[in-house]
């Protein structure tokens, strides 16, 4: 399609995003977006979407086949602020011959770097020796209060090799575990030699893990693969961390675990649903850690992932070849 100068190319961003990468965009481009604070309704994003021509959109917006509907023929990209893309209905956007990009690598690091806080943060009780802290619950130094699992001599167990965890287990291994271990559906010989992790099922990795850290895309496969036979294979003294989607474990079998003590802890970066309802019991368990999916928010990862977004747009607009197209 050409574009003239008085009509150029309609892009709809569902949030308000960062300068630099809405500054690219407004070279080029029509640029409208949802400004209010939180995800764009669905109503919202039904009525903007149509005849545009790029969709810049976010984790909690459902791509479907109603979206690309109203869309009309016009969508040429759907650029998503993310590196999971399990919000998108992928085979029907691929059957309506329309681009996606995501945003991986950019955010390796940040997620990788959180993975950890959050780990140490489960298993050392941070938030809850906080809490003593400031509530009066700290009478005096105490032997044995407030101790929890060291990394130092233990098995840390990595499912989900990929670039996030094979990240997470590089950070790990300066605390000095005593064995790394991974399950992914294909060997990564190469990068486990050079980190020093081996390859394990995943029974033998849930029987064997002191710390086990999830990085996996939520896929038909991968859908509650924690379950309550998953959980009642760890050890007792077990720290579980999710920090790629809620939707990899079965909530209800990994209350159960907490609530009976049959792992030591669990720190959450994501859940189901989000955000998770005051009235979940995780609220209530104090081996529990809970953050609101904040994997890849240092700053300068979300203004990279937002340039991103916008370079892939202006690159499928122009007709270039795309920065990180999701081939799947
Ligand atoms: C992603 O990108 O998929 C993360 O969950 C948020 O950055």
Known sequence: RYYSEMSKPSVYITRQVNEEALNLLNTHCDVTYWTGSGPVPRAE?????????ALFCMLTDKIDSEVLDKAGNNLKIIATMSV???HLDVKE???RNVKITYTPDVLTD???????ALLLATSRRLLEANEEARTGGWQAWSPFWMCGPGLKDSTVGIVGFGRIG???AKRLKPFNPKRIIYYNR???KKEAEQIGAERASFED?????DFISVSLSLTPETKEMFNEAAFNK???NAVFVNTSRGGIVEQEALIKALQQKKIYGAGLDVMTPEPLPLDNPLFKLKNCVILPHIGSASIETRKEMGVICAKNILAAIKGEPLLTELKT
């Not at 940040?110 to 950890?116: K, Q």
């Not at 990795?205 to 893990?209: E, I, P, T």
């Open 45 to 53: 994003l039904l009525k903007n979407i149509q005849n545009k021509d």
């Open 186 to 188: 294909s060997e990564r």
């Open 110 to 116: 940040a997620t990788a770097e959180l993975a950890v």
């Open 205 to 209: 990795l849930l029987a064997q893990s």
């Open 93 to 95: 956007i691929k059957k």
């Open 84 to 86: 999971g893309y399990d």
């Open 234 to 236: 760890m050890k007792p």
């Open 166 to 168: 094979q990240e997470i």
